[in-house]
C-alpha cells in the first residue's frame, strides 16, 4: 500500500537559519508531489508541485526552494527563514491529480 | 489566473442544522473533490466527482458537481459533532499538472 512520510512533525528555528523539510512516498512510482502552506485558520497555498524527478514548478515566489533528486523523494528548502515563513507544511502525493494523499505536516515556528 | 474559489470562509451552525459549501472555478474542471482536515490534522480525501452534473451521496453528505464543470457544493444533512473541521475543494488545472485548493469552509458546530 502507499504511504508518505513527512518529517519532523514540529520545528522551531531562528530567522535567518537555514531549513530542510522531506517527504518521501512509498508504494507509487512516478506521482505528482506537492508541498502546500497553511498559516493558522487559512487555506492550502501550493507552494511547488513536481510532476517528474528533477521537474519544479514554482508558485509563489519567496525564499523557499524545492528539489525532487529521487522519483518519491521531495524536498523543501530555505537558505534564510524568515518569520513569514512560519505555518503548517504540508506534503502530498497524487497520480495524475486524482485522488491527493497528505502527509502529516510540519508546523514551522520561526522566532 | 486560474483559481478555485470556496465560500462562505466559516460557518457556525447549531447540531442538527444543515451545512452547506460552495466551490467555483473560473476554468472547466476535469474533476472535483473534496477534502476535510480536522482541527490540528491534515486534509483527507472524501470523494471525487467527474462527470458534468453528477451526484455523490455518503451518508449525510451530498456532493454535486455543476452541468459547466465549473461548480460543485458539499451538503451536510443534521450535522453531528463530528462534522466539525474544515471542508476543501480542490480542482486540477494548468493541464491537470497542480492540484489547486479552494480557500476551505471552516464548520463549527454548537452542541
Known sequence: SQTIHQWPATLVQPVGSPLSLECTVEGTSNPNLYWYRQAAGRGLQLLFYSVGIGQISSEVPQNLSASRPQDRQFILSSKKLLLSDSGFYLCAWSVRNTEAFFGQGTRLTVV | ?111
Open chain 2, 1 to 111: 489566473g486560474q483559481q478555485v474559489m470556496q465560500i462562505p470562509q466559516y460557518q457556525h451552525v447549531q447540531e442538527g442544522e444543515d451545512f452547506t459549501t460552495y466551490c467555483n472555478s473560473s476554468t472547466t474542471l476535469s474533476n472535483i473533490q473534496w477534502y476535510k482536515q480536522r482541527p490540528g490534522g491534515h486534509p483527507v480525501f472524501l470523494i471525487q466527482l467527474v462527470k458534468s452534473g453528477e451526484v455523490k451521496k455518503q451518508k449525510r453528505l451530498t456532493f454535486q458537481f455543476g452541468e459547466a464543470k465549473k461548480n460543485s457544493s458539499l451538503h451536510i444533512t443534521a450535522t453531528q459533532t463530528t462534522d466539525v473541521g474544515t471542508y476543501f475543494c480542490a480542482g486540477p488545472l494548468r493541464g491537470a499538472q497542480k492540484l489547486v485548493f479552494g480557500q476551505g469552509t471552516r464548520l463549527t458546530i454548537n452542541p
